[in-house]
């Protein structure tokens, strides 16, 4: 019995061990097919992942590991873990690859970091990444990927490092990421096209101590939660459109080094305490934004500051004097701002500098400030490149020891008050690379040590008193691309052997001086030359036909010189050439037919020299308002709108009328005898009806038919009120029709009570007579007369224009018709218009003309909404207004122009210059386009219309937007089309004419070309 017990036990004992080895086995296949299966898996998400990549990634040698001969976890860029052989780590940076990312990733279940930086990659962002829950690293920056961020992110709750940046991400930033990535240390979505408002859950990410946001569309304020990210070291929200104030929550971040917060809309301005709550910061950047208030004295607490950058803001007050306790820092930009009170003691900081002994850049341009340039300059750090002080108040002399600044390669010192001489030290200056001086009032020599500095690439002198040659010595500056000497008193001759040496020039200026002599034949060497200016000096002898072997040549300007001889056929070779002016000169012989075949020429002035012969009909000569030949007695021919007589074969008519030279010349002095005797009884009786009908200027008298005061009367129904059109600044404007026109005139009554009504008349009848343009109105005739009471009477008759003023097109404030309006394509047409007139007045007159008074109520459009400038009431000659600076001066405490447009240096009674006239031109086109007037009652606080438009830029733009604008915009986004980057080019056109200082406006010439630039983008989206 106990022997079978016994038995059965053993046999039970037995059965049990069989069983566990079975179960034992069973586990082991189990597992053992298990990871083949998940092995399996990741293989074939890997092989999918390949599978959608293209282009050079399946001819990158990195790739050519990834096949069936090596096992997956020995593919390139491939990291599998050790136990159980699954991937946990894909890294392929920087290797070209194209094509999108497979969905199939998500299948990488054990995948903990993925670094895909630097390829070509395009597509969206898979929302399989969400399935990776071990996921800790993902890195996908500069890459081409597209579509939103995805929510399912929100999912990999262990992510410590998320990179995005430079992509093409659109839509917003999902606010789950903020609430369940608590593990988060680093995150970048910089450089995208993000839109919306900053997450508030992003301050939940308390680990967090990177964090940039640059560079997207962000709005909205700085969320007051992101001031728990208490170990925050880099914060960067530049280049969005943030606005409000900087959140008081963020000063508790003690830990941060890095602040970047430029081009935002940020408001308010930094706290006292500024410096002690950021003890540990190494760079500031705050610029473009619209803070003000003062610079915290506190700023100089922090000692690591190495960059410290507010420009571009409304900072105000003096600089902190104590900031040489900064012994670390590199940077210290605060130019374009208020600072500075224009007085001695704005410059006081400098002297604390010279503790800086590291300090590289010093950029405090375009500021207030003023007094005495110190000495201390020349001790500033001898490590110090950059040096930008120009565009403010700074008077004295240039300090001699400059030259121990040997390390500088940028010096600005231009658009101050500077005097005495250029030092010789200058020439110590080995490395400059650029050094602006203009605009100020240097005097003496170009000191011959200039020629020392080897590297120079860019030298303006431009617009201070220097006498004296150029320095030979100059030649040595081989790689000199723009040499800008205009607007001084030097003299002689140009060497040949100086231009001769500049083969890498691209701009040339040396106009408004007193040259004499050949010019250089050898500019020819400069064949990279694009801009030649060597206007109004006294050259002499004959254009150089070498010119024409500058291909590059897109503006060429003699005019006002002595230049004789013929007009080179060679110039037909500059296929480029854009603007040729050779008015003013002496030159004689036919316009080359070579000209009309320059097809990018739309400027063309030869006008005041001693041209004959037929004017040809092509090219630019087909645009009456392209070209300007008046002042040359003998030319014929031409288009219709030359209004020039037709030429004829003189040999032909001596034998059809017979004549001989004898003949001819008798009746020539019989003529002219007889019209000396009707010319003498005309001013004598003239003498003796001195207070009959008409008394007519004698600056009218050879092109101008004379009309009268009861004339005038008859036109206008007796100047009643249904005739009249409008107020004018000195007198009322009636409709009228004369005897003499078939068509309606213009009649500008002159209120002589007015103080500068007869000023005003003179000045303008002056004017028009000298110029003639498409867009400016044209003048018919002058009346100074006396009228029936016996009282003096002064009228102006210009063409009439049908269509008003702009002002009427743009406000609708006097019962005018509410329903007509400018489209943009009209807008962009009138500013065409406008520029081409105003380009005409300041440089392709004989003698420049600023107007002075650019405004909508002088803009008028004929039938054809073709814009004309009128009311030169106020223009001034610039030669009169250069030869009497006392009148000038006089004068300056006289506001000449109309609050609103009136440039600021006019209104501080600075001198007359075309800058003015561009000013005002910029602020008539931001008027078109925001359809407020620059006196509008919204405009306070430090707002204008400049600034608003300013600050909308770009992606704001329609916020701002004439309703009738907007609504534009709106129907053509329903067809498929868009001007709204049409319409930001135009607006950044209208700030960029704008800014306060002159020497920063746009060109005329600029305008003009930007602004057909527009047009035709504009022509490409309506096609």
């Given at each position: ?22 179960v ?75 094509g ?7 299948n ?37 990927l ?8 929100a ?37 995208n ?13 308390s ?21 728990r ?77 190495k ?130 001086l ?20 860019y ?51 040396l ?91 739309v ?15 092509e ?21 219709p ?103 309606p005139i ?12 007869v000023?005003?008349?003179?000045a ?68 065409i ?7 005409y ?97 919204t ?33 053509q ?37 930007e ?13």
């Amino acid at each position: 019995m106990e022997k079978s017990i016994l038995k059965l036990n053993c046999i039970v004992h037995i059965s049990f061990l069989l069983c566990i080895v079975a179960v034992m086995t069973l586990v082991s296949k189990s597992f053992k097919l298990g990871m083949a299966m998940g092995n399996e898996t990741d293989r074939l998400a890997l092989l999918a992942f390949k599978d959608q990549l293209v282009g050079a990634s399946h001819a990158h040698a990195g790739l050519l590991s990834w096949n069936a001969s090596l096992h997956f976890c020995e593919w390139r860029g491939v990291r599998c873990g050790r136990r159980q052989q699954r991937v946990i780590g894909l890294s392929l940076p920087g290797m070209k690859l194209g094509g999108s990312i497979s969905p199939s990733i998500g299948n990488l279940s054990f995948l903990r970091e993925t670094d895909l930086f630097n390829n070509s990659l395009k597509g969206n962002i898979p929302s399989e990444f969400g399935q990776l829950r071990r996921l800790r690293s993902l890195n996908l920056s500069q890459n081409n990927l597209q579509g939103n961020i995805p929510i399912e992110l929100a999912n990999c709750s262990n992510l410590v490092f998320l990179n995005l940046s430079y992509n093409s991400l659109s839509g917003e930033i999902p606010s789950p990421l903020g609430d369940n990535m608590k593990n988060m240390i680093k995150l970048s979505v910089a450089s995208n096209d993000l839109v919306g408002g900053i997450p508030s859950s992003l301050g939940n990410l308390s680990s967090l101590d990177y964090l940039r946001f640059e560079h997207n569309h962000f709005n909205g304020a700085i969320p007051e939660a992101l001031g728990r990210l208490w170990s925050l070291k880099i914060f960067s929200m530049a280049e969005n459109n943030l606005s409000g104030i900087i959140p008081s929550t963020i000063y508790n971040l003690s830990s941060l080094t890095h602040v970047s917060m430029a081009r935002n809309n940020l408001s308010g301005g930094l706290a006292p305490r500024f410096g002690f709550a950021f003890r540990n910061l190494e760079t500031l950047y705050v610029g473009e934004n619209q803070f003000t208030g003062r610079i915290p004295r506190s700023v100089s607490n922090i000692s690591g500051l190495k960059q410290l950058d507010i420009n571009s803001n409304g900072f105000s007050g003096l600089v902190p004097s104590d900031l040489g306790k900064l012994r670390n820092l590199l940077l210290f930009d605060i130019h374009d701002n208020d600072i500075g009170l224009g007085t001695e003691g704005d410059l006081d900081f400098l002297s604390s500098l010279r503790n800086c002994s590291r300090l590289q850049y010093l950029v405090i341009h375009d500021n207030r400030l003023g007094g005495m340039l110190p000495d201390t300059v020349a001790n500033l750090s001898a490590q110090l490149e950059d040096l930008y002080m120009g565009g403010n108040q700074i008077s004295g002399n240039i300090p001699q020891g400059i030259g121990n600044l040997y390390k500088l390669m940028y010096a600005y010192l231009g658009g101050n008050f500077l005097t005495g001489k250029l030092p010789v030290s200058i020439g110590q200056l080995r490395n400059l690379g650029q050094i602006d001086l203009s605009l100020n009032h240097l005097s003496g020599e170009i000191p011959s040590s200039i020629g020392n500095l080897s590297r120079l690439v860019y030298l303006y002198l431009n617009g201070n008193d220097f006498q004296g040659r150029i320095p030979l010595t100059l030649r040595e500056c081989k790689d000199v691309e723009e040499l800008d000497l205009s607007l001084n008193k030097l003299g002689g001759n140009v060497p040949d052997q100086l231009v001769a040496a500049f083969r890498s020039l691209i701009t040339l200026n040396l106009s408004h001086n007193s040259f004499n002599g050949s010019f250089p034949s050898d500019i020819s060497n400069s064949k990279n030359l694009v801009e030649l200016y060597v206007d109004n000096n006294n050259f002499s002898g004959e254009i150089p036909e070498q010119l024409g072997e500058i291909s590059e040549l897109r503006i060429l300007n003699m005019q006002g010189n002595n230049f004789q001889g013929s007009i080179p056929r060679a110039l037909g070779s500059l296929r480029g050439l854009e603007i040729l002016d050779l008015s003013g000169n002496d030159l004689s012989g036919t316009i080359p037919l070579e000209l009309q075949k320059l097809q990018f020429l739309v400027n063309l002035n030869l006008s005041f020299n001693q041209l004959e012969g037929e004017v040809p009909e092509e090219g630019v000569f087909k645009n009456i308002s392209g070209f300007s030949i008046v002042g040359n007695k003998d030319l014929c021919g031409g288009l219709p709108g030359t209004e020039l007589p037709k030429c004829f074969d003189k040999t032909a008519t001596k034998k059809r009328n017979g004549l001989s030279t004898k003949s001819i010349v008798v009746i020539v002095i019989s003529l002219s005898l007889a019209s000396v005797s009707v010319a003498f009884i005309v001013i004598l009786c003239w003498r003796k009806q001195s207070r009959k009908d008409t008394i007519h200027l004698s600056l009218q008298r050879d092109s101008l038919f004379q009309v009268s005061y009861k004339e005038l009367v008859e036109a206008t129904n007796g100047f009643s009120a249904l005739n009249f059109l409008g107020q004018g600044s000195f007198g009322s404007v009636y409709k009228g029709f004369l005897k003499q026109q078939e068509i309606p005139i213009a009649i500008k009554v002159l209120n002589l009570q007015n103080l500068g009504a007869v000023k005003s008349f003179v000045a303008e009848c002056e004017v028009l007579r000298n110029v003639r343009h498409r867009n400016l109105v044209k003048l018919i005739t002058c009346c100074s007369s006396i009228n029936f009471q016996g009282n003096d009477f002064k009228a102006i008759v210009l063409e009439f224009m049908a269509n008003g003023s702009l002002e009427s097109w743009l406000h609708h404030d006097h019962g005018e018709d509410h329903s007509r309006h400018l489209n943009f394509a009209q807008m962009l047409d009138i500013a065409i218009d406008v520029a081409n007139a105003i380009d005409y007045l300041h440089r392709h007159c004989q003698t420049p003309i600023v107007h002075r008074d650019i405004k909508p109520t002088n803009v008028l459009l004929d039938d054809d909404m073709v814009a004309h400038v009128g009311d030169f009431g106020m223009a001034k000659l610039l030669s009169y207004a250069a030869s009497n600076p006392d009148n000038e001066q006089a004068t300056s405490s006289i506001i000449k122009g109309t609050i609103g447009y009136l440039a600021p240096e006019c209104g501080m009674g600075g001198p007359t210059s075309p800058e003015g006239d561009i000013y005002s031109y910029g602020i008539l086109v931001l008027e078109m386009i925001t359809g407020k007037r620059p006196t509008d009652d919204t405009f306070d606080d430090g707002i204008s219309l400049h600034s608003l438009c300013k600050t909308a830029l770009p992606e704001q733009l329609e916020e701002i937007l004439d309703f009738r604008l907007l609504e534009q915009i709106n129907e053509q986004k329903r067809r498929g089309q868009n001007m709204l980057e049409c319409l930001v080019s135009f607006t950044n056109v209208g700030v960029a004419c704008s800014v306060e200082v002159p020497v920063q406006r746009m060109k005329i010439e600029d305008v003009v070309t930007e602004l057909h630039a527009i047009k035709a983008r504009l022509h490409e989206i309506e096609v």
